[in-house]
């Protein structure tokens, strides 16, 4: 074998490792840009969850439809669903701007101006705090950054709270099951 | 505190038990360790054996605390001892499935054998020493759990993985609130949950 064949070898090796260090950053540019998407994505759809609660327990809060201390309860779970909000945008903000997501009005959330009674509006706000459950399960079986992960799961966890007072106060049993109801696939799609 | 219309009955129980004693039940809980720490591993089968040790550990106390503890309480918290065992079992159906996927290497497994005690090593399980000392072990066994349980979210790989150990946080972020009413606290103390008292 002639050093000169082993120099065109020895280019050629080069030439693709090169052409792979240069290419790697691309792709690796490309993956963390979707990484990113998906993410912001995600915090948009919890976000939004988020407002809709938020509505929600405000429209609870203020209606007469409470008992007093129910009312005191509400406006402290409506104000966790306004911290929620906050961070899931500051997180967005890290990962290039706000969601964009628009806080409803109260006819918009479902259920809410048709509850009539207590009793009706504690089943409104549980079946939307079941929801926003199964949504932060969904994305946190689906992966993502562990920054993103840690946030979500600190808020299902907050959410999973609220649905022990609400089971409270619906005489319900508390925490009736040893795991949280598995996801459904539809929440699973990016 | 502003009281709540969900402190019922159960929390006369409690008064009861009330004492100065703090006697850890959980000798690693609330320490200096970073939470980084409780589930060890690098691979999902690993952080996954880990969380079922965790898991027995809790059972095993919840047992140890519901002997001691007032009647009303433990006809509150006695599931909490079945739903850890529960867990373990999910943990173990998650575990079983990844050996599935690679036969040939179920040695790697970090999981608890038959003759290792659950828990060694974990959580280092004591026999509380009276009942006021037993619910602030439960409270922070189930901080403890928590705080495992985010960490492990974000280092997990696999979407099963994911998924039972999300399912189960948000148990165990449960019982604390239960906890919380049971000891006449608000249980819903915080918008952002974690394993901080």
């Given at each position: 074998m002639?050093?000169?064949a082993?120099?065109?070898?020895?280019?050629l090796?080069?030439?693709?490792?090169?052409?792979?260090?240069?290419?790697?950053p691309?792709?690796?540019?490309?993956d963390?840009?979707?990484?990113?998407?998906?993410?912001r994505?995600?915090?948009r759809?919890?976000?939004?969850?988020?407002?809709?609660?938020?509505v929600?327990?405000?429209?609870a809060?203020k209606?007469?439809?409470?008992?007093?201390?129910?009312?005191?309860?509400?406006?402290?779970?409506?104000?966790?669903?306004?911290?929620?909000?906050?961070?899931?945008e500051?997180?967005?903000?890290?990962?290039?701007?706000?969601?964009?997501?628009?806080?409803?009005?109260?006819?918009?959330?479902?259920?809410l101006?048709?509850?009539?009674?207590?009793?009706?509006?504690?089943?409104?706000?549980?079946?939307?705090?079941a929801?926003?459950?199964?949504?932060?399960?969904?994305?946190?079986?689906?992966?993502?950054?562990?920054q993103?992960?840690r946030?979500?799961?600190?808020?299902?966890a907050?959410?999973?709270?609220?649905?022990?007072v609400?089971?409270?106060?619906?005489?319900?049993?508390?925490?009736?099951?040893?795991?949280?109801?598995a996801?459904?696939?539809?929440?699973?799609?990016? | 505190?502003?009281?709540?219309?969900?402190?019922?009955?159960?929390?006369r129980?409690?008064?009861?038990?009330?004492?100065?004693?703090?006697?850890?039940?959980?000798?690693?809980?609330?320490?200096?360790e970073?939470?980084?720490?409780?589930?060890?591993?690098?691979?999902?089968?690993?952080?996954?054996?880990?969380?079922?040790?965790?898991?027995?550990?809790?059972?095993?106390?919840?047992?140890?605390?519901l002997?001691i503890?007032p009647?009303?309480?433990?006809?509150v918290?006695?599931?909490?001892?079945?739903?850890?065992?529960?867990?373990?079992?999910?943990?173990?159906?998650?575990?079983?499935g990844?050996?599935?996927?690679?036969?040939?290497?179920?040695?790697?497994?970090?999981?608890?054998?038959?003759?290792?005690?659950?828990?060694t090593?974990?959580?280092?399980?004591?026999?509380?020493?009276?009942?006021?000392?037993?619910?602030?072990?439960?409270?922070?066994?189930?901080?403890?759990?928590?705080?495992?349980?985010?960490?492990?979210?974000?280092?997990?790989?696999?979407?099963?993985?994911?998924?039972?150990?999300?399912?189960?946080?948000?148990?165990?972020?449960?019982?604390?609130?239960?906890?919380?009413?049971?000891?006449?606290?608000?249980?819903?103390?915080?918008?952002?949950v974690?394993?901080?008292?």
């Amino acid at each position: 074998m002639s050093e000169g064949a082993i120099s065109r070898r020895g280019l050629l090796a080069g030439a693709v490792a090169t052409g792979s260090t240069l290419a790697l950053p691309g792709v690796a540019d490309a993956d963390a840009g979707g990484r990113r998407s998906t993410a912001r994505r995600r915090l948009r759809l919890a976000s939004e969850a988020e407002l809709r609660l938020l509505v929600a327990w405000d429209s609870a809060a203020k209606s007469s439809l409470l008992a007093p201390p129910v009312a005191r309860l509400a406006r402290t779970i409506r104000d966790h669903e306004m911290e929620h909000h906050e961070e899931l945008e500051e997180r967005a903000a890290t990962l290039g701007g706000p969601t964009g997501a628009v806080r409803p009005p109260a006819e918009a959330v479902p259920g809410l101006a048709a509850a009539r009674t207590q009793e009706r509006m504690l089943a409104v706000l549980s079946s939307l705090e079941a929801a926003a459950v199964e949504l932060y399960l969904a994305f946190l079986a689906r992966g993502g950054d562990a920054q993103t992960a840690r946030l979500f799961g600190q808020i299902v966890a907050s959410q999973g709270q609220h649905q022990v007072v609400l089971r409270h106060l619906q005489g319900a049993e508390p925490v009736p099951d040893a795991l949280a109801p598995a996801p459904g696939p539809a929440h699973g799609a990016d | 505190m502003v009281p709540h219309p969900i402190r019922f009955s159960r929390r006369r129980a409690l008064t009861l038990a009330a004492g100065t004693g703090a006697a850890a039940l959980l000798a690693s809980c609330g320490g200096d360790e970073e939470p980084q720490a409780i589930l060890p591993g690098t691979t999902d089968e690993e952080i996954l054996g880990a969380a079922i040790a965790l898991e027995e550990s809790a059972s095993v106390a919840y047992e140890e605390a519901l002997r001691i503890l007032p009647e009303l309480i433990v006809a509150v918290l006695a599931p909490f001892a079945d739903h850890e065992l529960a867990h373990a079992a999910a943990l173990r159906e998650v575990l079983g499935g990844m050996q599935v996927e690679r036969r040939g290497r179920p040695q790697d497994v970090t999981a608890p054998g038959p003759d290792e005690p659950p828990g060694t090593g974990v959580t280092g399980v004591e026999v509380p020493s009276d009942p006021a000392a037993a619910m602030e072990a439960l409270d922070a066994l189930e901080r403890r759990q928590v705080d495992a349980y985010l960490d492990a979210l974000g280092r997990l790989t696999g979407s099963a993985a994911r998924e039972v150990c999300a399912r189960i946080l948000v148990v165990q972020a449960q019982h604390l609130s239960e906890l919380g009413v049971v000891s006449g606290r608000s249980p819903v103390p915080r918008a952002l949950v974690d394993g901080s008292a």
